[in-house]
């Protein structure tokens, strides 16, 4: 690649920035799966209460 010219340059930038995007998508992907199975999980392990008619 010559640093000159700028087609090609401007072509592994945008390849380079597509692949950052498709990173960040997965780490943000994953997180949101991790919190969705957590909270999930937590609110299986959450008793019932009996409600306090008497309050």
Do not use: C, W
């Amino acid at each position: 690649m010559n640093i000159n010219d700028e087609e090609a340059y401007d072509h592994k930038m945008e390849e380079i920035i597509v692949s950052m995007e498709v990173f960040i998508l997965d780490v943000i992907g994953t997180a949101v799966k991790r919190l969705l199975d957590n909270n999930a999980a937590f609110l299986q392990d959450v008793p019932h209460q009996n409600q306090d008619d008497d309050f």
